[in-house]
């Protein structure tokens, strides 16, 4: 049965109501009260409103988890609540400003955009974290100056003693150009390049104005005990750098590998009643989803195509309006006739006896069961007959209750069984003028255009089988259509789009960083680690597997932005001097600011939405690798300095 419900589209869920209306409905049906038989709902509608829900369950919990994580993550970054406070109160109003923003620029927000709440916790407090590592270890030198010189180093976080100064700004203004939830971030971050952005300014502001300058007497922030990491890097690098460059020549031979799945069922909820109300549908072929469809424009040309098709390997059957009527009538009126003339007679009762009582129905259960107990050491262990034998014999001795319970459920449908039969063994000559309207407009227009709808061969459980069917149709008729052509060529669009989008992003991250950096070189010492680090995301996609799909692959852009800004922090304390890279305030920041950013993309890798989860667990691998090269392939990378291991 096919619906059109009414929808409200003020409603989260615009089906919801109407949902609730027929399932209310369906448990007044006399079957379904007794238990005999059972109802699923699916279709676009439904599918819609439980991917909504589905998303939304646990968003606010872990939106509110993320935050307390992060503010965790933040307490053991700067150890000081006075420090902390804003950052939070910054955060939290940034996300207020970017969904107003969103409210007004937008509109409305889809089930990917509900998921860059939790993104925004864990990405915009970077650059906060940033500043304030970087004016906590300035604090303990300079004091009360220390926000001026933070503001002035900016994202550099160089060691007090590393000459820092201005410049590093420009470390920061060249990152921010590559945040994917710029808008949000400009609120919560450092957007102004000449003062150190929204950041400084509400820090500065809320520490001056309400005296929370923290102690001052703190040790520094870097972490010491890693200079003997930073010395050994050094010394092996050469080494380093040709692993790291085998892992490069790796990825690349993997990248043909990537698989994208088109198919946006296989993002949504398996265990939902849609879904499975849908995979119920699918087992049919003749009601799945990913059908083929083709526009001729006569009868004539349907017959023809449907000729055509029906040849293709990865075809079920072919439909058109010509489907219903039946072929060789003349043969089969005339099976049909002898088969009635023998039947007939059995099915047309003129007077049929009463119900049969329950002492009637038990005696025949005795009857039946002692005729099968006769040939019983004639038939194998598992012969389905020595299991009704039994039935029987229980059955016979059942109480009254019992025995008419069961009969009613073995002959319930038998009358109406009976009358199809008696009206199937009285069948006359089909033409196309029989088959009903419903069925007849959904494969004829009025203008003499008619519809050819082509089924697969068996169930199109992955994106690969779908192809091959879709592949297969288009050599014989490039011209085909409909649902199953839709996804692979939609799924092809994308993929080509977002090669496009990659290669334009790497080229405007490369032009933003050379002006910000006014350097050929100290771009290339950025760019490479982002190129490593998406190279090794790419190894681990192929290896786990974790296969794209419409939900993750717009994380992509969020990749490339991520993995450019830990690099450019330590490029930066690089121009400045720092000797030790990874003993530096600067690591300390990086690795907490990924721990925040972690907590954002583990958020999403638990949610029940198997899209939304999908983009949390890639965002997580890349998150891994760029974590990785930016604290061991940068510090091999950067050109050579003497180190003072004093």
């Known amino acids: 049965m096919i619906t059109k419900p009414k929808l409200d589209y003020g409603s989260f869920q615009p089906g919801g109501a109407a949902s609730d209306a027929m399932v209310q409905a369906i448990k007044t049906l006399e079957f379904v009260k007794s238990g005999q038989a059972k109802v699923h709902m699916t279709g676009q509608v439904k599918l819609d409103d439980e991917e909504f829900a589905t998303v939304a369950e646990g968003m606010v ?52 955009s509900v998921a860059f709440a939790i993104l925004f916790v864990g990405i915009a407090v970077d650059f906060a974290i940033q500043f304030s590592v970087r004016f906590r270890a300035q604090h303990a030198d300079s004091g009360d100056a220390g926000i001026l010189e933070a503001a002035g180093d900016g994202g550099g976080n160089g060691a007090p003693d590393s000459g820092g100064g201005s410049g590093n700004i420009r470390g920061l203004s060249g990152v921010y150009a590559h945040r994917l939830s710029g808008g949000g971030a400009a609120w919560a971050d450092c957007r102004d390049r000449d003062a150190g952005g929204v950041c400084v300014h509400h820090h500065s502001a809320s520490r001056v104005a309400e005296n929370l300058s923290p102690e001052t007497r703190l040790p520094r922030y870097g972490y010491g005990f890693m200079k003997p990491v930073d010395v050994k890097i050094r010394h092996h690098r050469h080494v380093l ?84 009527v039946p072929t060789k009538q003349d043969e089969k009126l005339a099976l049909i006739q002898d088969a009635a003339s023998i039947l007939l007679p059995t099915l047309i009762v003129p007077n049929p006896k009463p119900a049969p009582s329950a002492d009637e129905l038990r005696a025949s259960a005795a009857a039946t069961a002692t005729a099968l107990g006769g040939v019983l050491d004639k038939l194998s262990a598992q012969d389905p007959l020595r299991r009704i034998q039994a039935a029987l014999v229980k059955l016979s001795t059942a109480p009254d209750a019992q025995v008419l319970a069961a009969n009613n459920a073995l002959v319930r449908f038998l009358p109406l069984q009976l009358d199809q039969l008696r009206t199937m063994l009285q069948a006359t000559p089909v033409t196309l003028k029989d088959v009903p309207p419903s069925i007849a407009n959904d494969y004829l227009l009025p203008d003499g255009r008619a519809l050819v709808e082509v089924h697969p061969t068996g169930v199109m459980s992955s994106s690969g089988a779908l192809r091959k069917f879709v592949t297969a149709l288009q050599k014989v008729e490039p011209e085909i259509a409909g649902t199953a052509v839709d996804i692979v060529e939609s799924a092809r669009s994308i993929v080509r789009a977002f090669e496009q989008a990659a290669a334009a992003a790497i080229i405007m991250i490369a032009l933003i960083l050379f002006l910000a950096l006014r350097r050929v070189k100290d771009m290339l010492l950025v760019l490479a680690p982002l190129m490593l680090s998406a190279l090794m995301t790419v190894i681990l996609v192929v290896v786990l597997p974790e296969t794209l799909n419409f939900a993750n692959i717009i994380a992509l852009p969020l990749l490339l932005g991520v993995g450019v800004s830990f690099n450019i922090y330590f490029v930066m304390n690089w121009r400045d001097g720092v000797k030790f890279p990874l003993a530096s305030p600067t690591a300390r920041a990086v690795l907490f600011s990924a721990l925040t950013t972690g907590t954002a993309f583990g958020s999403l890798a638990l949610s029940h939405h198997p899209g939304t989860a999908s983009m949390g667990r890639l965002l997580l691998l890349s998150l891994g690798c760029t974590l990785l090269v930016t604290l061991v392939f940068v510090p091999a990378l950067l050109p050579k300095r003497p180190i003072d291991e004093a």
């Not at 969103?102 to 927000?109: F, P, R």
């Not at 690349?252 to 119920?280: C, W, Y």
């Not at 526009?295 to 058109?320: F, G, M, N, Y």
């Open 241 to 324: 750098l040709g692993v790291f460059g085998l892992v490069a020549v790796a990825g690349i031979a993997l990248v043909p590998k990537l698989q994208f799945d088109g198919d946006p069922l296989h993002t949504k909820n398996p265990n939902s009643e849609g879904m499975r109300a849908l995979h119920l549908l699918m087992s049919n072929p003749q009601s799945s989803p990913y059908s083929a469809e083709l526009l001729v424009k006569s009868l004539d040309d349907a017959q023809k195509q449907a000729e055509r098709l029906s040849s293709v390997p990865q075809v079920h059957d072919v439909l058109w309006l010509g489907s219903f």
């Open 61 to 112: 919990t872990g939106l509110l988890g993320s935050l307390a994580l992060v503010t965790l993550w933040l307490t053991l970054a700067v150890r000081s609540w006075r420090v902390v406070l804003p950052i939070v109160v910054t955060l939290v109003v940034g996300l207020l400003l970017t969904t107003g923003f969103a409210a007004v620029a937008v509109g409305t927000l889809n089930l990917i």
